[in-house]
Every structure is written in C-alpha cells, then in structure tokens.
C-alpha cells in the first residue's frame, strides 16, 4: 500500500512527456537486455562486494519467508523510485555519469538499512 501510494504519487507529479519517455526507455532496456552479457557481468563482478551487497538487498525484499517493517519499504521503494525514473540529480543519459547518482542513493539506502540487513542475515542463518 506504501509503495503504492508513493509510486502514484510520483507519477503524478510527471507530464505526459516524461512518462512516455520512461516507458520507452524501459522498452529500450528490455529490448537490448542479453543473457549472455548478463551472465558474463555476474562472472566478472560476483566476487565484488558491491555486487554481493546489490544481490542480498534483492534476496531481502524478495525473501516472503523474512518480513521487513514498512520503514525499510519505504525507504526501498524511494530508492528504486528514483532510480528507475528519468529525472535525476544527474540525468542518466549522460554517459559516464549518468550513474553516479543512482550508485550514491543505492550505496545510501544500504547503510539507512543496514540494521534490516543484519536482521536478514541472522534469519538466513536460522
């Protein structure tokens, strides 16, 4: 319901414009995605922390057996929101930096849930 709420609200604050430049980007990345590069990229970077950090934070909100407190929805839900949208700090499009941005609100949203993170873990091992 959370994350509901604030994807409409999101999208409500978008023109026309930039929702269908959005939705042809995500069209754009479906259309170019390629399994073989993909898993080429998991070979080359699995044993990097970054990519470990990237897959546990995917296991957590994907895990149905662990619940996380709506907090951490929340500030999940913030962080993909503005990845995944076109207006950023520093616009995607631009080559090179583009992702900087996204990598700092990842790399933040990891730290603000550090202490979710640590819980997760602690149920893996149960």
């Not at 399994?35 to 990229?41: G, I, L, M, S, V």
């Amino acid at each position: 319901m959370l994350f509901k709420n604030f994807k409409e609200a999101v999208l409500n604050r978008l023109t026309r414009e930039e929702k269908q430049k959005a939705l042809e980007m995500a069209e754009n990345m479906a259309d170019d995605f390629d399994a073989d590069r993909a898993a080429q990229f998991v070979k080359k970077h699995a044993d990097k922390s970054w990519f470990n950090d990237f897959k546990l934070l995917y296991d957590l909100i994907t895990d149905r057996t662990f619940k996380l407190k709506p907090s951490t929805w929340a500030v999940i839900a913030g962080a993909i929101a503005y990845v995944v949208m076109p207006i950023d700090v520093i616009p995607d499009f631009i080559l090179g930096l583009g992702w900087i941005d996204d990598a700092f609100v990842l790399a933040t949203t990891t730290t603000k849930i550090s202490e979710e993170i640590s819980r997760y873990k602690m149920h893996l091992k149960a």
